[in-house]
């Protein structure tokens, strides 16, 4: 056990040094709509008000991740000359201190629900910081990071302390953290319904009684609502449930003819496994989700160890810094996918698997503590997943495709490395399949490490 925990403390170390070093390095306006996200910024920490669309198409967010990350910027800003944005570089040295704190959250989720296979544990831990959508996301000025931190908490405390035992002290905390997360982004609201789904399974289960569910879901709206819901409500009228993209047109449209049938179907396979980045595959979903979760399709984590050639400068000499990449650094971006292609098969197996565990418990209306949180997860990375599937149809952008970024689902990425870990450990008896798997796994750590921001 003294082994183990010293492994525990050197993995979370590493990983610290690592978004350390990259939260440093990465420079505070290079991020996804970095300059429109600090637009926001300014002015609620200015001009004390929120922002209209016609100041930035960021004005439907809710105001605390701007308010709170400018007040840390306006506090610090006599250490930068003066300069407020530069000041910006302490919420991103914040964050990187708070990355390898979702790490133990969800090592010790795993290892709660998995209490006999402390490896597995550890190797979960690893692959789950390693990820590039999480590496790559970390040191940029953005929500999603703080929506991962406080909704991996959230998940840790429902799991640890609400579902064993759930009691109205329990419900009201955690109304009040999720109030929280509500306030950072809208999308927040689909682990707001598993956590009521997860209350009604703690009900279907005959763990409470229909009653208690029933106090317990209603005390948990009220407390998320009054929270986190007065943004939503008082400036119902400003655009808070749009995304920014002008699509007023398509609204008349019907709901799926709103996308193309290529957003649906096409892959690219060939091309993703070649030219995984911009302009590629324009406005098609699975070619562009997966290249942004295992590598960099929108061309904003520009490692400064691939610098472009004489010949490339003079190639994209006219070109934006989104579309100038080198051939070195393309070659990267196409192995990291190649080599990635067997780890999302298990992402994907580990994912449906669990799904038909939560059929199957649902339907026999048997579950264990560990099953009831595993359904539990399941519903919220499914309600994750299908609340930006439905963003990227109610909100299109037809001509690029770039509400396409896996880091909208961020807070719900760590659900799929569980899964896959789990899958991986039940293959363990079939030795001829479950190490090379692991080995494919490990190798694709060791290109996901390389990835990182050197």
Do not use: C
Request: aromatic letters at 20%.
């Amino acid at each position: 056990m003294a082994k183990k925990k010293l492994f525990l403390v050197l993995i979370l170390g590493f990983f610290a040094a690592l978004f350390l070093h990259n939260a440093w390095f990465y420079p505070y306006n290079s991020g996804y709509d970095a300059g429109i996200h600090q637009i926001y910024t300014r002015i609620i920490t200015f001009e004390k008000r929120i922002p209209t669309p016609l100041d930035t198409p960021e004005s439907y967010n809710p105001p605390l991740f701007y308010f709170l990350s400018g007040k840390l910027a306006q506090l610090f800003t006599p250490l930068f000359a003066g300069n407020f944005f530069d000041a910006l570089k302490l919420w991103q040295i914040l964050i990187a201190l708070l990355m390898p704190v979702i790490g133990f959250l969800w090592y010790d989720i795993f290892l709660s629900l998995n209490r006999k296979k402390p490896d597995l544990s550890l190797f979960f831990l690893f692959w789950l910081l390693s990820l590039p959508v999480i590496m790559k996301l970390a040191p940029m000025y953005n929500i999603e990071t703080p929506s991962l931190i406080i909704g991996s908490f959230i998940v840790w405390y429902f799991i640890k302390f609400v579902l064993p035992k759930p009691s109205l002290i329990k419900i009201l905390w955690l109304g009040i953290f999720a109030g929280i997360i509500f306030s950072l982004r809208i999308m927040s609201g689909s682990l707001l319904l598993s956590l009521g789904l997860g209350i009604f399974l703690i009900y279907w289960f005959k763990k409470i009684s229909f009653k208690q569910m029933l106090i317990y879901n209603l005390l948990f709206t009220v407390v998320t609502l009054a929270i986190g819901g007065q943004y939503y409500y008082f400036f119902k009228d400003q655009g808070v449930f749009d995304s920014g993209e002008n699509v007023a047109e398509l609204y008349r449209v019907p709901f799926f003819q709103r996308q193309p049938r290529s957003f649906y179907l096409d892959t690219f396979l060939r091309t993703m496994m070649r030219n995984p980045i911009r302009e590629s595959f324009p406005n098609r979903f699975i070619p562009i989700f997966y290249s942004t979760f295992w590598g960099d399709y929108w061309n904003y984590y520009r490692q400064r160890r691939y610098p472009l050639s004489a010949e490339e400068q003079i190639k994209f000499k006219d070109s934006t810094n989104k579309v100038k990449i080198s051939a070195e650094r393309l070659k990267v971006l196409a192995w990291q996918n190649r080599i990635n292609l067997i780890p999302t098969l298990i992402l994907i197996i580990g994912l449906f698997a669990a799904i038909k565990k939560l059929i199957l418990s649902i339907w026999q209306r048997r579950a264990t503590y560990q099953q009831i949180s595993e359904n539990f997860l399941t519903l919220f990375f499914i309600w994750a997943f299908l609340f930006f599937f439905y963003t990227n149809i109610q909100f299109p952008n037809v001509y690029k495709g770039d509400t396409i970024k896996a880091s909208y689902v961020l807070y719900a990425i760590p659900v799929l490395i569980y899964f896959a870990v789990k899958w991986l450990g039940s293959t363990k008896k079939i030795k001829w399949l479950f190490y090379p798997l692991v080995a494919m796994v490990a190798v694709s750590i060791l290109f996901n490490l390389n990835f990182d921001y050197f």
